[in-house]
Nanobody, 116 residues
Framework: QVQLVESGGGLVQTGGSLRLSCAAS????????MGWYRQAPGKQRELVAS???????NYGDSVKGRFAISRDNAKNTVYLQMNSLKPEDTAVYYC??????????WGQGTQVTVSS
């Protein structure tokens, strides 16, 4: 089992920045990919960014050039630096991990609200 705890959400004005953190605990040696998804009201959950154990990154088209994902394997933590935030970035952001065995784990979610 892997447990995920997110932090860093909040309210920010358009153009501002936020940094999300997600700390993993439990069977962390099993973790391969770590990432962030988001879900806005009435919309499907979508990939924001992910990073593999080897450091390869993948970003959703809407955040490329504005968001940056990183991870500290020693701390079992993944970060999402969000810059140039827009009102359409408003959503609940969920931390996700995929183990080497293919199991998915989710955090409880953290609200990000960008005011116009």
């Amino acid at each position: 089992q892997v447990q995920l705890v997110e932090s860093g959400g909040g309210l920010v004005q358009t153009g501002g920045s936020l940094r999300l953190s997600c700390a993993a605990s439990g069977s962390t040696f099993r973790i391969n990919v770590m990432g962030w998804y988001r879900q806005a009201p009435g919309k499907q959950r979508e990939l924001v960014a992910s990073i593999s154990s080897g450091g390869s990154t993948n970003y959703g088209d809407s955040v490329k050039g504005r968001f940056a994902i990183s991870r500290d394997n020693a701390k079992n933590t993944v970060y999402l630096q969000m810059n140039s935030l827009k009102p359409e970035d408003t959503a609940v952001y969920y931390c996700n991990t995929i183990t080497f065995g293919g199991r998915n784990y989710w955090g409880q979610g953290t609200q990000v609200t960008v005011s116009s």
